[in-house]
């Protein structure tokens, strides 16, 4: 029938009846193996400063230090914080702290020593004001400019960053340590036309590090890209930022065909009312899947047939070629549009392995305080 599984594919829970739905769960050789991959693209694993945002996971961000991957790269607070927690060496804040963030950090870099905390700055009034928290303590934070290289929602023109670099040499608080580049606007299909304006892109800001570097007599670092510039970024002297190949979607899946990942989390979700001979209902709604994107925002590996065709908070009403090969209380496996904010929607994930749900692990950075 077309609702069920005539074999087991990769997917398949055996104990499926006992997990309640909505539900997200990770496949845990898969995600090892997505960051082994990450891996064999860079040149050295210090090349790689994967963006957590995406996963929000302490067993996540540890299994990548397993392999190998010292550098990370967040958005939140919680994250940096979830990171010093792991004792993660290198994490650079990828936003310009504001308001109680700038407090945050200084408390952050108290309390976890052993990392090196770094953030972004595009600002001047913001970096007087870390300076002034971090030097009236006697300490410096490591910081990174950031430059608007067409994304235009934060940094500053490239061609400004020298006489910015030069203003913040006065703030005692503040050590620049390079810069930073998010070019997600370069998302074309096809890799060589990505690779073509990143190379563009990047041998400006090559030019605009050097002259830095002439002024500072130090070595600065450029951290660059995201998912979609990962493959354009490799082979340079640059720290990559991807951050879904941990768990990889729908989206990335077909923009970035070249990519070696495989999907690692999916959504469960269970019919719970069938509607007429052509629609169904599942409790997928808003509130479980990312609901940024048009419909559909899920895909069903197991009822590729199924099209979304509207939703709500709680429920995900689906148009099927057939609805009587289908029961209440089906399970049903989706693959999101957008894993990153469809992570955030939940405390925990069941851990898959060997078609077994073994554990939970808790979704820790979604909230937006762990402890400071």
């Not at 169904?280 to 994107?293: F, P």
């Not at 047939?305 to 509207?310: Q, R």
């Not at 049903?332 to 851990?351: D, F, N, S």
């Amino acid at each position: 029938m077309p609702g069920q599984m005539s074999e087991i594919s990769w997917y398949s829970i055996h104990n499926i009846e006992d997990i309640d739905t909505p539900a997200l769960v990770l496949y845990k050789s898969r995600i090892q193996s997505n960051i082994k991959k990450a891996l064999s693209l860079v040149r050295q694993p210090g090349d790689l400063r994967p963006h957590v945002k995406t996963n929000k996971i302490s067993e996540v961000c540890q299994l990548m230090m397993e392999a190998g991957i010292q550098k990370f790269k967040c958005a939140t607070i919680a994250e940096a914080e979830m990171l010093g927690m792991l004792g993660a060496p290198d994490v650079l804040l990828a936003y310009q702290p504001v308001g109680p963030k700038m407090e945050r950090l200084f408390q952050l870099a108290k309390k976890y020593p052993r990392t090196l905390f770094s953030c972004l700055l595009d600002d001047l009034h913001a970096a007087y004001s870390l300076s002034k928290i971090f030097s009236s303590a006697g300490e410096q934070i490591a910081v990174f400019i950031d430059l608007n290289v067409g994304m235009n929602r934060s940094g500053i023109k490239p061609g400004e960053a020298v006489s910015f670099f030069k203003e913040l040499q006065s703030c005692k608080g503040l050590r620049v340590t390079g810069l930073h580049i998010y070019d997600g606007h370069i998302n074309d299909p096809e890799l060589a036309s990505r690779q073509f304006r990143s190379d563009k892109l990047y041998s400006e800001v090559e030019t605009i590090l050097k002259e830095i570097q002439a002024l500072m007599h130090l070595r600065l670092v450029i951290v660059a890209g995201g998912s979609t510039t990962f493959a354009t970024h490799v082979r340079r002297q640059a720290e990559c930022s991807p951050g879904t190949f941990v768990f990889w979607d729908w989206n990335y899946m077909h923009l970035l065909p070249e990519a070696p990942f495989e999907l690692a989390a999916l959504v469960i979700t269970r019919i719970c009312s069938i509607v007429d001979q052509n629609t169904v209902t599942l409790d997928l709604g808003h509130k479980s899947v990312a609901a940024e994107n048009p419909l559909p925002r899920v895909h069903f590996l197991n009822v590729p047939a199924a099209v979304p065709i509207a939703q709500s908070e709680e429920h995900l009403v689906v148009q099927v070629p057939d609805s009587a090969v289908y029961r209440v209380g089906e399970v049903w496996y989706g693959v999101p549009v957008h894993i990153c904010p469809t992570v955030a929607l939940y405390e925990e994930a069941q851990v898959v392995e060997d078609h077994q749900v073994t554990t939970t692990w808790k979704v820790l950075a979604r909230d937006k305080k762990i402890t400071i």
